[in-house]
C-alpha cells in the first residue's frame, strides 16, 4: 500500500494518528488523510549572526537576515562566483499562482556557465533546496568551484564577479566546498500538509558569551509569521537543544515555515532543523 489513512492504521503511532484526525477537522478537507511515502528534512546554518538580530537559519546576501517572500515567479537566475563553474544544480521550490496557491517544483537548472548567469527553465516563487547534481562516475562529487546563487531577477539584476549586487534577490545558496544548500525553512504546497514531529538547534560560537533565542515560525496563505514554539540556548552551556512535540505541530497547506535566531552577542554561529510527515487530503 503506498498511501495509508489513520483510520486504516489499527495500532498506528497514535500521535500521527491524532494529527491526521485534526487536519481532518481542522480544516474541512474530507473524511481522511493520506500518508506520503516521503519525509522531509530541513536544516540550516548562520555563520556569523549579528547582536539583537532576528534572522532565519540560513545563507542569503550580504546584509539580508529574512528572506522576503515573492507573489509571482521571479525566481529565475542561478550564477556561481567561479569562473570555471559548469555544474548542474537542482533546485527544489514552489511556483506560484494568481490566488497565492504553491505548486512543488523540482528542476535541473542549465549547466552553470562560470560567473555568467543562467536562467532557470521553470521560474519560481519559493526556493527551499539546492544540491550539485553531476558526478564523474566513481570519482567523488563534482563539489561547488566557489559560491553559488539562486536569485531573482535574471537579465534585471547586475552580476558581478558570479555575485548578483542586489542582496535581498537572494533566495538561495550553496556555500563554496558545500554540494548542497543549507536553509531551515521550506513551504507547503496548497495540497502538502505538515506534521512536524522534530525541531532541533543549537550555538556552536560566538565573540563572547551568548543566549540565542531560537524560534518555529509558520505564516499561513495571507497571514503573517507566528511563533509556534520558542526556546533559549547558551554558548557557555546547554548549548543545543531537541524537542519531539506532543502533540505533532501540524502545517497547513501554502504555509511558508522558518527557524529564526536571535543572538545576544555578535559573530554568533548557529544551526538548526526541524523534521516532519507530508500528508494529503482525500
Same mark, same amino acid.
Given at each position: 500500500?503506498?498511501?495509508? #489513512?489513520?483510520?486504516?492504521?489499527?495500532?498506528?503511532?497514535p500521535?500521527?494518528?491524532?494529527?491526521?484526525a485534526?487536519?481532518?477537522?481542522?480544516?474541512?478537507?474530507?473524511?481522511?488523510?493520506?500518508?506520503k511515502?516521503?519525509s522531509?528534512?530541513?536544516?540550516?546554518?548562520?555563520?556569523? =549572526?549579528g547582536?539583537?538580530?532576528?534572522?532565519?537559519?540560513?545563507?542569503?546576501?550580504?546584509?539580508?537576515?529574512?528572506?522576503?517572500?515573492?507573489?509571482?515567479?521571479?525566481?529565475?537566475?542561478?550564477?556561481?562566483?567561479?569562473?570555471?563553474?559548469?555544474?548542474?544544480?537542482?533546485?527544489?521550490?514552489?511556483t506560484i499562482?494568481?490566488?497565492?496557491?504553491?505548486?512543488?517544483?523540482?528542476?535541473?537548472?542549465?549547466?552553470?556557465?562560470?560567473?555568467?548567469?543562467?536562467?532557470?527553465?521553470?521560474? =519560481?516563487?519559493?526556493?527551499?533546496?539546492?544540491?550539485?547534481?553531476? &558526478?564523474?562516475?566513481?570519482?567523488?562529487?563534482?563539489n &561547488?568551484?566557489? #559560491?553559488?546563487?539562486?536569485?531573482?531577477?535574471?537579465?534585471?539584476?547586475?552580476v558581478?564577479?558570479?555575485?548578483?549586487?542586489?542582496?535581498?534577490?537572494?533566495?538561495?545558496?550553496?556555500?563554496s566546498?558545500?554540494?548542497?544548500?543549507?536553509?531551515? &525553512?521550506?513551504?507547503?504546497?496548497?495540497?502538502?500538509?505538515?506534521?512536524?514531529?522534530?525541531?532541533?538547534?543549537?550555538?556552536?560560537?560566538?565573540?563572547?558569551?551568548?543566549?540565542?533565542?531560537?524560534?518555529f515560525?509558520?505564516?499561513?496563505?495571507?497571514?503573517?509569521f507566528?511563533t509556534?514554539?520558542?526556546?533559549?540556548?547558551?554558548? &557557555?552551556?546547554?548549548?543545543?537543544?531537541?524537542?519531539?512535540?506532543k502533540?505533532?505541530?501540524?502545517?497547513?497547506?501554502?504555509?511558508?515555515?522558518?527557524?529564526?535566531?536571535?543572538?545576544?552577542?555578535?559573530?554568533?554561529n548557529?544551526?538548526g532543523?526541524?523534521?516532519?510527515?507530508?500528508? =494529503?487530503?482525500?
Amino acid at each position: 500500500m503506498i498511501y495509508t #489513512t489513520y483510520r486504516e492504521v489499527p495500532g498506528a503511532d497514535p500521535l500521527l494518528q491524532h494529527a491526521i484526525a485534526e487536519i481532518v477537522d481542522q480544516f474541512d478537507i474530507g473524511q481522511s488523510v493520506r500518508i506520503k511515502p516521503k519525509s522531509l528534512h530541513k536544516f540550516g546554518r548562520i555563520t556569523s =549572526l549579528g547582536q539583537d538580530t532576528r534572522a532565519t537559519i540560513a545563507t542569503f546576501g550580504t546584509g539580508i537576515v529574512n528572506e522576503t517572500y515573492s507573489t509571482t515567479n521571479n525566481i529565475d537566475g542561478i550564477v556561481c562566483e567561479s569562473a570555471d563553474a559548469d555544474q548542474v544544480v537542482t533546485i527544489e521550490g514552489h511556483t506560484i499562482d494568481i490566488s497565492g496557491n504553491l505548486t512543488f517544483v523540482v528542476q535541473n537548472a542549465p549547466a552553470l556557465q562560470g560567473q555568467s548567469s543562467v536562467q532557470l527553465a521553470i521560474p =519560481l516563487a519559493r526556493a527551499t533546496r539546492a544540491y550539485i547534481a553531476n &558526478a564523474t562516475f566513481g570519482s567523488e562529487p563534482d563539489n &561547488a568551484d566557489d #559560491t553559488i546563487y539562486i536569485y531573482a531577477g535574471h537579465g534585471s539584476v547586475t552580476v558581478t564577479d558570479g555575485i548578483p549586487q542586489t542582496a535581498a534577490a537572494i533566495k538561495l545558496v550553496i556555500v563554496s566546498g558545500q554540494n548542497q544548500s543549507e536553509k531551515a &525553512a521550506t513551504s507547503f504546497s496548497s495540497v502538502d500538509y505538515g506534521i512536524v514531529t522534530r525541531i532541533y538547534g543549537a550555538a556552536q560560537r560566538a565573540s563572547a558569551t551568548a543566549n540565542v533565542d531560537i524560534a518555529f515560525e509558520v505564516r499561513e496563505l495571507g497571514g503573517v509569521f507566528r511563533t509556534r514554539f520558542e526556546t533559549t540556548v547558551r554558548t &557557555a552551556s546547554n548549548g543545543a537543544f531537541l524537542i519531539e512535540p506532543k502533540p505533532y505541530f501540524i502545517i497547513k497547506a501554502n504555509s511558508d515555515v522558518r527557524l529564526v535566531a536571535t543572538s545576544s552577542a555578535s559573530s554568533t554561529n548557529v544551526t538548526g532543523g526541524f523534521d516532519c510527515f507530508l500528508a =494529503l487530503a482525500g
